[in-house]
T-cell receptor
Framework: NAGVMQNPRHLVRRRGQEARLRCSPM?????VYWYRQLPEEGLKFMVY????????ESGMPKERFSAEFPKEGPSILRIQQVVRGDSAAYFC???????????FGPGTRLTVT | DQQVKQNSPSLSVQEGRISILNCDYT??????FLWYKKYPAEGPTFLIS?????DKNEDGRFTVFLNKSAKHLSLHIVPSQPGDSAVYFC?????????????FGEGTQLTVNP
């Protein structure tokens, strides 16, 4: 049973470009979460999605960030017009039900130059 | 406001001895607590969890203790092994009120010396 898959593992973008991060949950999991880890900090919640629905986006920056989890295909975290402060590790997690333990992917390390 | 705190950024123990990692929280709505282990350049790995209706949960070498009155939990690893060397994160959620969102501590770097 494959774990949570994230790609790309490393992404380099210049300031002003767009970054697209993909996450495929574990088989049988319909709940997806995105977290961000800035250098020297813990993980911070960004958004919680189920298929075709955003359940909780209270941790998402108000501008430039969006997330989706379509009926078919992976969940996408999209960052428009990236800035240096967006450089971080972005982790996706999935769970089989709401309120259960979450299983994390390997992360995407975004570097903005 | 740091709702989950791990006050020790690092801990060093000898192989075979007990490792005790501590975590404090401030939000009384938290009702589910988890510990994750993280190696560099990898995602966190789930270790063990505990619901607020319990005060202890054990899984092999790992035991989590919860003291609700003190808003404190700890992870015990016995016996410690060099492969346990990693960053350990405590996390909490308030499942009844804010659903599945996890709030993480800052992490404790555990080093187990052979």
């Amino acid at each position: 049973n494959a774990g949570v898959m994230q790609n790309p593992r490393h992404l380099v973008r210049r300031r002003g470009q767009e970054a697209r991060l993909r996450c495929s949950p574990m088989k049988g999991h319909s709940h997806v979460y995105w977290y961000r880890q800035l250098p020297e900090e813990g993980l911070k919640f960004m958004v919680y999605l189920q298929k075709e629905n955003i359940i909780d986006e209270s941790g998402m920056p108000k501008e430039r960030f969006s997330a989706e989890f379509p009926k078919e295909g992976p969940s996408i975290l999209r960052i428009q017009q990236v800035v240096r402060g967006d450089s971080a590790a972005y982790f996706c997690a999935s769970s089989p039900q709401r309120g259960h333990e979450q299983y994390f992917g390997p992360g995407t390390r975004l570097t903005v130059t | 406001d740091q709702q989950v705190k791990q006050n020790s950024p690092s801990l060093s123990v000898q192989e075979g001895r007990i490792s005790i990692l501590n975590c404090d929280y401030t939000n009384s709505m938290f009702d589910y607590f988890l510990w994750y282990k993280k190696y560099p350049a990898e995602g966190p790995t789930f270790l063990i969890s505990i619901s607020s209706i319990k005060d202890k949960n054990e899984d092999g070498r790992f035991t989590v203790f919860l003291n609700k009155s003190a808003k404190h939990l700890s992870l015990h690893i016995v016996p410690s092994q060099p492969g346990d060397s990693a960053v350990y994160f405590c996390a909490a959620s308030a499942r009844e009120t804010s659903g599945s969102r996890l709030t993480f501590g800052e992490g404790t770097q555990l080093t187990v010396n052979p």
